[in-house]
């Protein structure tokens, strides 16, 4: 599914689109180890026709399914891109594709949408991260340790 724009309708009026795209459709070959496009994208958007583009402004969200990048713990986080606008450009050499009477906003709104990625979520601002490994399986819990890790090679006769 694409989010496509009849251009004739544009002709004599504003456009909005209220919608959703799944995530997956959206990014299809996105991949990213602690990220995760698994739900589907919210837009509300207002499409204008200028003289060489299209103005679209209007609101994108989402929620994204995340592994904290410091405890690996899995969470959901909202993203949203509450003012977004673009100037798509109908003619030159970053113009939009436009096939018979319909433009695809699809590849503007998924720039958008990874340019807000966070690049290390966090499932909070406290995470400390991962607890740290038990002490190595040598040296018996409870019990002090005063010797050091090379006092075998001080043993050695030479």
């Not at 698994?38 to 026709?49: G, N, R």
């Given at each position: 599914m694409s989010l496509k724009v009849n251009m004739r309708l544009l002709e004599t009026e504003s456009v909005c689109l209220d919608a959703d795209i799944p995530g997956l459709e959206l990014a299809?070959?996105?991949?990213?180890?602690?990220?995760?496009?698994?739900?589907?994208?919210?837009?509300?958007?207002?499409?204008?026709?200028?003289?060489?583009g299209l103005l679209v402004v209007g609101r994108l969200s989402t929620r994204l399914e995340c592994d904290c990048a410091r405890c690996l713990k899995t969470f959901l986080l909202l993203l949203e891109v509450p003012e977004f606008s673009a100037l798509v450009p109908l003619t030159g050499e970053d113009a939009i594709v436009v096939e018979g009477d319909f433009v695809d906003l699809t590849p503007v709104i998924r720039e958008d949408i990874l340019i807000a990625l966070?690049?290390?979520?966090?499932?909070s601002r406290e995470c400390r991260g991962l607890k740290p490994k038990a002490e190595s399986n040598d040296v018996h819990v409870g019990e002090s340790s005063t010797t050091s890790v090379w006092s075998?090679?001080?043993n050695l006769k030479l």
């Open positions: 299809p070959d996105f991949q990213d180890e602690l990220i995760r496009l698994v739900h589907p994208v919210e837009y509300e958007l207002t499409v204008d026709k200028q003289a060489d966070p690049t290390s979520p966090l499932c075998a090679l001080n």
